[in-house]
């Protein structure tokens, strides 16, 4: 038995040499396989916001935000019965001035050279040890690096939309070579108004976190309510 749910919701805005764009995203799914324990498959509530003052053609001044973090505990899948991460914790904080080329709302990069980075966690989990790069002992991290941001999301036929998400970090305080990588692929197939065929795929790479590439893939028939 799986059920999943999800929020993927743009505010865009423009006017004159003003260009301001919003997106969030949340979701939620869980798993439950007879003889086995209930797991997530997915949880995510992510806050992308990009304010830009026209300084070409399709280059602005831009300044950013990226705010992630997750609704529900995670458990260690060595041990059911012990939480490793919560709400807030993790929690990543990215913001930074940077460069943003944009042709339209569905084709966009965002460069930014100059950001602060910060990890929060509660205090319990660094108790013992460090925990998703911050310190033992300690609640927050501190990072100052590279960000770039790509969307893009086209139509491969009529009905059929794919759209990708892409974001890079470099750390210039400590390795700057280990970049940090996330991807997320959304293809919807509508079969009417209300229904569709959604198909999920992301991969990230945060050494921090986690020595290895962590993916996650998911295809289900839903119901869709677009405003």
Not at 57 to 76: I, R, V
Not at 166 to 183: G, R, W
Request: proline share 3%; hydrophobic share 35%.
């Amino acid at each position: 038995l799986s059920l999943s749910f999800g929020l993927n919701y743009d505010v865009n805005y423009k006017k004159d040499d003003w260009t301001w764009d919003n997106k969030l995203i949340a979701s939620y799914g869980i798993n439950k396989i007879k003889g086995e324990n209930q797991q997530k498959t997915d949880d995510r509530l992510e806050i992308n916001s990009v304010v830009g003052k026209r300084a070409s053609e399709n280059w602005y001044y831009s300044f950013f935000l990226n705010f992630k973090t997750q609704f529900d505990a995670g458990m260690d899948p060595d041990d059911p019965n012990t939480k490793i991460s919560q709400f807030f914790s993790p929690a990543y904080l990215q913001i930074g001035p940077g460069m943003l080329w944009k042709k339209n709302d569905n084709l966009k990069v965002n460069i930014a050279p100059a950001t602060s980075r910060f990890i929060f966690v509660n205090e319990k989990y660094t108790l013992l040890g460090e925990s998703f790069g911050v310190e033992q002992g300690k609640t927050m991290r501190y990072e100052f690096g590279a960000a770039i941001n790509a969307y893009y999301k086209f139509d491969v036929m009529e009905n059929f939309s794919l759209e990708n998400i892409l974001n890079l970090y470099s750390n210039y305080l400590e390795d700057p070579q280990n970049v940090d990588i996330d991807y997320q692929l959304n293809a919807v197939l509508k079969v009417n108004k209300y229904i569709s065929t959604n198909l999920t795929f992301q991969a990230i790479y945060d050494d921090n976190a986690y020595k290895g590439f962590q993916t996650r893939h998911t295809v289900g028939v839903g119901f869709n309510m677009a405003f």
